[in-house]
């Protein structure tokens, strides 16, 4: 099988592969991609014990309903349910050019600067349009999701690192900074903690959309299709057998819903 496991590693790749490609810029003397905040122990400590659990990414087929654990990322989806370093919150999210994204960000600096809950654990429930976020840039290239994304989206923009992110820390006032709304991006909310979980049920009806517009260049099964698509999951994307249902288990486990 094959696994990602290492989130730091993976989105330092990533951060250095946009630096090349002119879509994001490097951050001089930063060498820490986290940006939680210093106090966070619980939540740092959580974040480097999630991105070791191994993802499997060698999918063949799936089927329509998951009905075993190693169909998708139990163990890690089991982390995000034990995790009790501090408040735990989940959001409903299917509205890709929406303010998803803002929302959270707005959440975490609230919880972390004026609640002072460094140890906030904020988690993403993505399915609908907003699961398109999750795809790394080649499955948009190959399968023209920017066809179905809405609004004026021609590239996975959500994932390209921001010149926000080199931004010093410490500054948490900058309206230039990672914590501004310059900093309103999947990957730079993943260096602050923010769990994003992926939706197989997403998956499957994408797979099944992209079949019937012809936008299936190697003319592949809905189910290899569907398992193609996990492969292309974002790094330290936590794949769930369908997100609505796992929010229950996570209102459940004590998380507070927000829609």
């Known amino acids: 099988m094959e696994f990602t496991t290492n989130r730091r590693g993976a989105l330092a790749t990533l951060g250095a592969g946009l630096v090349m490609s002119g879509l994001a810029q490097a951050a001089p003397g930063a060498p820490d991609l986290a940006l939680e905040p210093t106090g966070a122990k619980n939540l740092r400590e959580f974040s480097r014990r999630l991105a070791a659990i191994p993802r499997r990414r060698d999918f063949k087929t799936v089927p329509m309903i998951l009905d075993k654990p190693d169909l998708w990322d139990a163990a890690a989806l089991d982390a995000v349910m034990a995790y009790k370093g501090g408040p735990r919150q989940v959001w409903d999210h299917t509205d890709l ?4 994204l803002n929302g959270m960000r707005n959440t975490v600096n ?3 600067f004026a609640f002072k809950e460094p140890n906030f654990l904020c988690v993403s429930g993505t399915h609908g349009a907003a ?3 999750l795809y790394d840039q080649a499955s948009w290239d190959k ?4 066809k179905i994304a809405g ?3 021609a590239s996975n923009t959500f994932i390209v690192v921001p010149p926000a992110a080199s931004h010093d820390p410490a500054d948490f006032q900058s309206p230039d900074g990672a914590f501004s709304p310059k ?5 730079v909310l993943q260096r602050r903690g923010v769990v994003f979980l992926a939706c197989h049920n997403a998956i499957w009806e994408l797979a099944d959309r992209l079949i019937k517009a012809d936008q299936n260049p190697d003319h592949l099964s809905v189910e290899a299709l569907a398992a193609e698509l996990s492969n292309r999951l974002i790094p330290d994307a936590v794949l769930t057998p369908g997100v ?3 929010m229950v288990r996570l209102e459940i ?3 507070v819903y927000t829609r």
């Open 97 to 100: 050019t929406g303010s998803w």
């Open 110 to 112: 609230t919880q972390v």
């Open 131 to 133: 699961h398109l976020a």
């Open 143 to 146: 399968y023209q999701l920017a």
């Open 151 to 153: 609004g004026n989206i």
């Open 183 to 187: 900093g309103n991006n999947v990957t």
């Open 244 to 246: 609505v249902p796992t």
């Open 253 to 255: 486990a004590g998380f």
